[in-house]
C-alpha cells in the first residue's frame, strides 16, 4: 500500500461515535449527520444511508421534538428489568428521528400522545446505570 492509499484509508467506525454523540445530546449539543440532499442519520456514519453521499455535516437536532409513535413495554429485555414499566418511543428531532425512553409520564396514563412535545437528553438505565437516550414532556405540557 502507498502512501496515498493510506491517507486515503478513513479510521474504522467504533462505538465511540456514538459515545461522543450522546456525550454532545447529554451537554445540549445534540446533533444529526446531514448530507448535501437533505437526509439526515445519527453516528457512526461515513456516508448517507438514504443516498450514500460522503460529505455529511453535523446539523443540531431541533431544541423540542415530538412524538411520532410510543409502546409501553411491560414485559422488558434483561437489560430494561427494573425500568419496566416503560414508555419506548421514537421522536421527531428536525434532521433525524430517534426512538429513547419517555420519562416524566406515568406509562399506565395517558398522557402520552402522538404530537407530545418533548426535550431530547441522556440519562440512565435502572437496570445497569448505562447511558440512555431519554425523552421528557416539555414543561407545560
Do not use: K, Q
Amino acid at each position: 500500500m502507498s502512501d496515498d492509499d493510506a491517507a486515503r484509508v478513513p479510521d474504522p467506525i467504533t462505538d465511540a461515535d456514538y459515545e461522543e454523540w450522546l456525550d454532545a445530546v447529554a451537554a445540549g449539543e445534540g446533533y444529526a449527520l446531514v448530507c448535501p440532499e437533505g437526509h439526515g442519520s445519527l453516528p457512526p456514519r461515513r456516508r448517507c444511508p438514504e443516498c450514500g453521499s460522503t460529505p455529511l455535516s453535523r446539523e443540531p437536532l431541533a431544541e423540542v421534538g415530538r412524538i411520532e409513535t410510543f409502546s409501553v413495554v411491560h414485559v422488558p429485555s434483561p437489560r430494561f428489568a427494573d425500568d419496566a414499566p416503560y414508555v419506548t418511543a421514537v421522536a421527531d428531532l428536525g434532521p433525524v428521528r430517534t426512538s429513547g425512553v419517555l420519562r416524566g409520564v406515568d406509562p399506565e396514563g395517558d398522557a402520552v400522545e402522538i404530537g407530545l412535545s418533548v426535550e431530547v437528553g441522556v440519562e440512565e438505565r435502572e437496570t445497569d446505570g448505562e447511558p440512555l437516550v431519554v425523552f421528557r414532556p416539555v414543561d407545560g405540557e
